[in-house]
C-alpha cells in the first residue's frame, strides 16, 4: 500500500512538470540535458556527410589569398552568395578546424551550437508564455534539424542562432542590442530579412518613426562595415551576389514546389506571384491584426508621424505579442519563398510548436500539423505528396493566427493554456 502515495507523488510531479509554469525551467533543463546526449550519439554513430562545408573553407582561403572580388570567389559547389559576416566567420571557423580538416571538433561546434539554438528557443518560450510547457518536448523530436547541424554544418544554422537571440531580447525590450544581433544574422545570410517587417512593426509601435530609421540605418551601416574589404574595390560583384533576390534555385532541389512542373517552377510570372502574394500577405497581417490593440494600424502611422520621436503604439508590447509577430513574419516568408531547400526548415523548425499554440486549431491539429511538415522535411527527394503537404501546413498555420491570436495570447488576454 505504501508504493500507491509514491506513484501518485510522481504522477502529480510529471503533471506539474509538463503544465505548470513556475516548473518551465524545470522540464526544460530536461529537455536539453536529454538532447545533448542525443545529439552526441548522433555525431558519433551518423556518419557525416559533405555537402558545403569544403566549399566554405575553399571560398575563404581564396579570400584570405587576397581575392576580395565576390564573382571570383567561387568554390566547389558554387559562387559564394553569401554577405560578408559569413566569409569572417568561416575565416574563424577555418583558423579553429585546421583550414576545415578537423571535422570531429566542427561537429562538436555544430553540435554544441544546436544547443544553443534549443536553450534560446526554450528561452523565447519561456519568456512569451501562453502555451503549456509539455510543447517544449516537441522540440528536439526533428531529425532533419539534427543533421542539418551536426552532420551537414550549414552557415544556416549561425543565421538562425543569431536570429533567435535576437528574438530573445527584442522580447525582453532589449531593442538596442536587439538590432545589432539580428545585423550579425543579416550578415551571415540574407534570409534574416524575413523577420525585417515584423522588427519595423514591433520597433514603430515602441519607440516611433525616428528610432526606426535610425536603427534600419544602423543596420545598414553594420552590413556595409563588415563588407569594407569587398566593397573598396568591388562593390556590384558584392551587391549582386550577397543579395542576389532573382536567384533561381534548381527544381530538383525544391522542397516546397515539387507539386509543380519544372517549366512552372522556373517561369517570372510565379516569382512574380509569390513576391505579390508575400507582400500582400505582410500588408494585410499589419493593417489589419498587428496593431488591433492600439486603435488599429492608422491610428499607430498617425501617432508615430504626430510624434515622430514617441512611440507610435498606445499599449506596452508584451514579450508574447513581440514574438508573434517576428515568428508570424517569418512564417510569411517562407510561405511564400520561391524555393526552400533542405537546410531551409533550419529558419523555422523550433518555431513551429510556438506558432500552432498561436492558432485555435484543436490540439490534435495542431500536431498533425506540426508531423505533416516534419514529415516533409524528411522526405529526399521532395515528392508532389510531400511538397504539397508542406505548403498546405504552412498555408494552415499562417490562415490559423490570422483567425487565433495574431498578436500573442497574453496580448489578447487568453491566459487559458490550450
Known sequence: MSVLPTIAYLFGLVKRLLTDPQLFWALAGLVILGDVVLTQLIIRFIPYTEID???????????????????????????????????????????????????????????????????LSCAIYGKAGGAPNWIILLLPLSKRLHSIFA??????????????????????????????????????????????????????????LLY??????AIGLVQAWLATPFLRHHPWPYIQNAFDLSRVFLYKWTVNW??????????????????????????????VKWCRRDGGTITVIKNGLRRPGQPGGTVPMSADNVTTILLTSNLIGILFARSLHYQFYSWYAH????????????????????????????????????????????????????FGYPEGKVATHVDKQE
Request: glycine content about 8%; proline content about 4%.
Open 351 to 402: 518555431q513551429i510548436p510556438f506558432i500552432a499554440w498561436r492558432t485555435k486549431y484543436p490540439v490534435a491539429v495542431k500536431l498533425v500539423l506540426l508531423g505533416a511538415i516534419e514529415y516533409a522535411w524528411n522526405v529526399f527527394p521532395s515528392t508532389n505528396l510531400s511538397s504539397g503537404m508542406l505548403c498546405a501546413a504552412n498555408a494552415a498555420l499562417v490562415v490559423g493566427v490570422w
Open 212 to 217: 526606426t530609421l535610425r536603427h534600419l540605418l
Open 53 to 119: 562545408w569544403e566549399t566554405y573553407m575553399y571560398q575563404v582561403e581564396l579570400y584570405m589569398k587576397g581575392e576580395d572580388d565576390y564573382s571570383k570567389i567561387i568554390g566547389p559547389t558554387g559562387p559564394l552568395v553569401y554577405p560578408a559576416g559569413h566569409v569572417h566567420l568561416h575565416q574563424f571557423l577555418h583558423w579553429l578546424t585546421g583550414a576545415g580538416k578537423n571535422l570531429p571538433l566542427a561537429q562538436q561546434l555544430y553540435g554544441a551550437l544546436y544547443i544553443a539554438s534549443l536553450a
Open 258 to 287: 515539387r507539386f509543380l512542373d519544372e517549366q512552372t517552377f522556373l517561369s517570372p510570372r510565379l516569382a512574380k506571384g509569390l513576391l505579390f502574394g508575400h507582400v500582400l500577405t505582410l500588408i494585410m497581417f499589419g493593417l
Open 151 to 208: 552532420l551537414r554544418l550549414f552557415n544556416d544554422c549561425w543565421a538562425v542562432v543569431a536570429a533567435q537571440l535576437a528574438i530573445l531580447l527584442y522580447g525582453r525590450g532589449a531593442d538596442d542590442i536587439a538590432n545589432l544581433v539580428f545585423s550579425v544574422a543579416l550578415s551571415i545570410k540574407m534570409s534574416a530579412f524575413l523577420y525585417l517587417p515584423g522588427i519595423l512593426v514591433v520597433l514603430f509601435k515602441r519607440h516611433g
